[in-house]
């Protein structure tokens, strides 16, 4: 299973449990605010209004309550349990996002927030007690601490609430520290426990090792490795071909496709070098986020 040979230790600590969990309290909160004194009409992405971005995050957080009580647990939205184990990052906008936007249709701002509060209070009471590195099924057959769920939630929160923001014409901060538990708790973690086939493409399998270095002052260094097809999770200290310094925020904009790396590089919040640089771009065809 790609991911399986990571030799990485896990990134979860209690520190970094308890700021994920005040992080989703805080982004919940600042989120629902935006949407509640915005314009449910205004685009928010080339396809979603306000009112779309607000039901698509407040669905998630909604389904993400049911994977962390039990494997068993029925998801609230019509149509989603049979789609996850078949996701993967290149179809996730035409399975699973298209069926919660057709599962879950309220699209009343005020509804829609207290859906997602009364979600993100399910989840931190559910996770109370928890072990936070326990496992739970997620995309494409990959395995997700429930420190990881918390993350990916904080991910959403954050890059939705910058969508929304910047059609309402408001402010919205990212702070680095948020990003960098989106790096170390979702990025990291699902790769040590194992992507699954969420990676899977049509393209030729590339021979060969690419090992790329990540450093920033706000998460502890990593190297992740793509080999022939395989993806896994290092310490720092190997032989690698890339080597990258960043700042956790640009880095999430960049690979979410907000940012363009060009415009990253120049403001100096992704610096990249290395033996084999040029390896880059076929490391980031595999290893990649929707």
Request: net charge positive; proline share 7%.
């Amino acid at each position: 299973m790609p991911g399986s040979g990571s030799t990485a230790q896990s990134r979860i600590t209690p520190a970094r449990w308890s700021a994920v969990r005040a992080a989703v309290v805080d982004l919940g909160a600042r989120f629902g605010a935006l949407v509640q004194d915005g314009d449910p009409r205004a685009a928010a992405t080339g396809q979603w209004s306000v009112a779309d971005t607000a039901a698509h995050v407040a669905a998630m957080a909604w389904c993400y309550t049911a994977l962390a009580t039990s494997p068993d647990a029925p998801l609230p939205v019509e149509g989603i349990a049979e789609l996850v184990p078949i996701t993967t990052v290149d179809n996730i906008d035409r399975v699973i996002n298209e069926a919660l936007r057709r599962g879950y249709t309220e699209r009343d701002p005020a509804a829609l927030v207290r859906r997602l509060r009364q979600s993100i209070s399910e989840l931190l009471a559910i996770t109370a007690e928890a072990d936070p590195e326990q496992t739970v099924a997620w995309l494409g057959g990959s395995r997700l601490p429930l420190a990881g769920l918390l993350a990916h939630l904080t991910n959403e929160l954050l890059l939705h609430g910058r969508d929304v923001a910047r059609a309402l014409g408001a402010p919205w901060a990212i702070p680095q520290e948020y990003s960098a538990l989106f790096f170390e708790l979702f990025l990291v973690e699902i790769i040590r426990n194992g992507v699954g086939n969420v990676l899977d493409d049509d393209r030729p399998v590339r021979r060969g090792r690419i090992a790329v270095e990540f450093r920033s002052a706000h998460t502890d260094p990593v190297t992740l490795v793509l080999d022939s097809g395989t993806v896994s999770a290092e310490e720092p200290g190997g032989r690698t071909d890339v080597r990258i310094h960043f700042r956790p925020a640009m880095l999430s904009l960049v690979l979410f496709h907000r940012v363009g790396r060009p415009r990253a590089a120049l403001t100096g919040a992704l610096r990249v070098w290395g033996r084999r640089p040029w390896l880059l771009p076929a490391f980031l065809r595999k290893v990649r986020l929707p």
